[in-house]
Structures are given as C-alpha cells and as structure tokens.
C-alpha cells in the first residue's frame, strides 16, 4: 500500500498560482501512475493531470491544459501540480492517487491508493 499526503492547498485570487506537493511512501514506484483529481462541492470527482512515473509522461484534462504543470521529482518520490492563472472555477479539494501501470487513467475507479486532500480556493 502506498500512503500519500497532499499539501499546498490555500486560498488565492482569481489569476494567481498555488503548487501542490503530493508526498508519496510505502512501496517502490517505478512503474506506476501518480494523478491529481479535484472535486468540487456538489460534483463528482474529476480528473485534472497524470504522469507516469517511469519516463515522465503526462497528460492533462482540457480544463487545466496550458494553465497547469504536473511534474515528479523521483529521488523525493514526490509530485507537483504548478497551477497557473487559477479561476473560481478551479475551486475543489484537490487528491492525488496512484495506480500500477503506464496508462494515465482518467477514471479516479482505476486509481488504488489516495491522499486526503488539499482544499484549493480561488477567489473572484
């Protein structure tokens, strides 16, 4: 089982930038997919990026697309999401979850392992 712990979360204002970290732990992960999803109060929980752990592969929701930035940094077995030019609608608790493989789901069902969340707020 792997344990992941999000942070970075906060309060912003429409146009500025916040960056998660996502701290992964418990087992090796060379061939697994590391993937932020958000959910919004209300909504169901969607996908927003992946990046395979291996090669650095990503792939991102149209929403976030130019605007975010998800990145690894495997000697920290940690993952970033650099978010750019944040709008309201950006508002959701933010996860990060992994899952064995190389193809960067956007089902969050295909997904094993979970963090908590981190609250992201960006305000108008």
């Known amino acids: 089982q792997v344990q992941l712990a999000e942070s970075g979360g906060g309060l912003v204002q429409a146009g500025g930038s916040l960056r998660l970290s996502c701290s992964a732990s418990?087992?090796?992960?060379?061939?697994?997919?590391m993937g932020w999803f958000r959910q919004a109060p209300g909504k169901e929980r969607d996908f927003v990026a992946g990046?395979?752990?291996?090669?650095?592969?990503?792939y991102y929701a149209d929403s976030v697309k130019g605007r975010f930035t998800i990145s690894r940094d495997n000697a920290r077995n940690t993952v970033f999401l650099q978010m750019n030019s944040l709008k309201p609608e950006d508002t959701a608790v933010y996860f990060c979850?992994?899952?064995?493989?190389?193809?960067?789901?956007?089902?969050?069902?295909?997904?094993?392992?979970w963090g908590q969340g981190t609250r992201v707020t960006v305000s108008s």
């Open positions: 418990g087992r090796t992960f060379s061939s697994t997919v």
């Open positions: 990046v395979r752990w291996s090669d650095g592969g990503t």
């Open positions: 979850a992994t899952r064995a493989g190389a193809v960067i789901s956007t089902m969050d069902r295909q997904y094993v392992d």
